[in-house]
T-cell receptor
Framework: DAGITQSPRYKITETGRQVTLMCHQTWSHSYMFWYRQDLGHGLRLIYYSAAADITDKGEVPDGYVVSRSKTENFPLTLESATRSQTSVYFC????????????FGPGTRLTVL | ELKVEQNPLFLSMQEGKNYTIYCNYSTTSDRLYWYRQDPGKSLESLFVLLSNGAVKQEGRLMASLDTKARLSTLHITAAVHDLSATYFCAVVEGSSNTGKLIFGQGTTLQVKP
């Protein structure tokens, strides 16, 4: 099916472990985004990408790494997970034109013990 | 630094009543988005507001934008239970083409029969 998917949907890990969250979109959208959602904070941008091999930091990038070798994929890696990274992570994409809406994936609920 | 504030953060209302959610932002922007999120679900785009005085309506929801006051409103007319959800406004910083969104904290709407 076309759209934007995330995997895994749920993940439990331990402090210090490396975790990679996957995001895949089938629309060939130029822009992709990673957000985290925490109670009381709404959504906060972690990283975004304007195209393959072009990425930039958002509001809360510390502790995260991204890559984008293909237009359709935008993985987010927590190099050494901490409890403060327990959150719901959303991936989004847009065509990148000035007026475009961002379309959000279903989210990944990550718990760091 | 762009800040986005919504109020109220929680709203409990009776079916059939009208109410307004407010979204204030701190610096110049020419694009504002409204999203809806059901519990445990992803975000769904409701409206994109692109200019001063813009008004969009869909069913019982109407959104407006006043860029001079840096204020958007989401008006709910004759609320029904199906409108129970969390509503987010999000603002693009300045005239950025990157689509970097700054979200408000969200307003949780509970419509009681």
């Amino acid at each position: 099916d076309a759209g934007i998917t995330q995997s895994p949907r749920y993940k439990i890990t331990e402090t210090g472990r490396q975790v990679t969250l996957m995001c895949h979109q089938t629309w060939s959208h130029s822009y992709m985004f990673w957000y985290r959602q925490d109670l009381g904070h709404g959504l906060r941008l972690i990283y975004y990408s304007a195209a393959a091999d072009i990425t930039d930091k958002g509001e809360v990038p510390d502790g995260y790494v991204v890559s984008r070798s293909k237009t359709e994929n935008f993985p987010l890696t927590l190099e050494s997970a901490t409890r403060s990274q327990t959150s719901v992570y959303f991936c989004a994409s847009s065509e990148g034109r000035r007026t475009d809406t961002q379309y959000f994936g279903p989210g990944t609920r990550l718990t760091v013990l | 630094e762009l800040k986005v504030e919504q109020n109220p953060l929680f709203l409990s209302m009776q079916e059939g009543k009208n109410y307004t959610i407010y979204c204030n932002y701190s610096t110049t922007s020419d694009r504002l988005y409204w999203y809806r999120q059901d519990p445990g679900k992803s975000l769904e785009s409701l409206f994109v507001l692109l200019s001063n005085g813009a008004v969009k309506q869909e069913g019982r929801l109407m959104a407006s934008l006043d860029t001079k006051a840096r204020l958007s409103t989401l008006h709910i007319t004759a609320a029904v239970h199906d409108l129970s959800a969390t509503y987010f406004c999000a603002v693009v910083e300045g005239s950025s083409n990157t689509g970097k969104l700054i979200f408000g904290q969200g307003t949780t709407l509970q419509v009681k029969p």
